[in-house]
T-cell receptor, first 115, second 114 residues
Framework: ETGVTQSPTHLIKTRGQQVTLRCSSQSGHNTVSWYQQALGQGPQFIFQ???????GRGNFPPRFSGLQFPNYSSELNVNALELDDSALYLC??????????????FGPGTRLTVL | AQSVTQLGSHVSVSEGALVLLRCNYSSSVPPYLFWYVQYPNQGLQLLLK??????LVKGINGFEAEFKKSETSFHLTKPSAHMSDAAEYFC????????????FGTGTRLTIIP
């Protein structure tokens, strides 16, 4: 049990639609990262938020966007869904943005299927 | 850019035998290296991480990994496999700022033979 929760567990959308995935971090965790894990692949870094500001982005198009809220929750929004967006989406939170010895904790993920 | 390569997408070992999962990294700066485990339909659990403090890193569940700069490797080992070790294992690297913006390998599925 990592203290990081994600909702919903599973989601089915059709191509072209928009989706919002949610993550609730441990209290006090100022940093949240989102990853996309396609079937049979390792997770890929989408972006990271630190104290509600984007703090780095991977190789994902602008239709992937995020928000982080003061209550340690966050969202991943994906517009104009494509079939290749079908994946497990993981969020991970940690206390601080860099250095130190604190650990990043992953949530169980949201399985998104795009038809 | 940093990357990791996991050799062997599938590894099978007998219960009680040595587990060895291979990971090689590529990085232009001293890396932070991680091993994660993923059980079916679950998220990722950190097994151990290397942050330059010690080359031999001990993790949870009896796993350990040794950082070898000369070989650019960070292989994961466990002396005696248990049935509960069957899972997917991922090696990952982040930049030396320790911000854990991770680049993952493609994973190794570990099967334990009774």
């Amino acid at each position: 049990e990592t203290g990081v929760t994600q909702s919903p567990t599973h989601l089915i959308k059709t191509r072209g639609q928009q989706v919002t995935l949610r993550c609730s971090s441990q209290s006090g965790h100022n940093t949240v990262s989102w990853y996309q894990q396609a079937l049979g692949q390792g997770p890929q870094f989408i972006f990271q938020y630190y104290r509600e500001e984007e703090n780095g982005r991977g190789n994902f198009p602008p239709r992937f966007s995020g928000l982080q809220f003061p209550n340690y929750s966050s969202e991943l929004n994906v517009n104009a869904l494509e079939l290749d967006d079908s994946a497990l989406y993981l969020c991970a939170s940690r206390l601080d943005a860099g250095g130190g010895t604190d650990t990043q904790y992953f949530g169980p993920g949201t399985r998104l299927t795009v038809l | 850019a940093q990357s990791v390569t996991q050799l062997g997408s599938h590894v099978s070992v007998s219960e009680g035998a040595l587990v060895l999962l291979r990971c090689n990294y590529s990085s232009s700066v001293p890396p932070y290296l991680f091993w994660y485990v993923q059980y079916p339909n679950q998220g990722l659990q950190l097994l151990l991480k290397y942050t330059s403090a010690a080359t031999l890193v001990k993790g949870i569940n009896g796993f350990e990994a040794e950082f070898k700069k000369s070989e650019t490797s960070f292989h994961l080992t466990k002396p005696s496999a248990h049935m509960s070790d069957a899972a997917e294992y991922f090696c990952a690297v982040s930049d030396n700022f320790g911000n854990e913006k991770l680049t993952f390998g493609t994973g190794t599925r570990l099967t334990i033979i009774p």
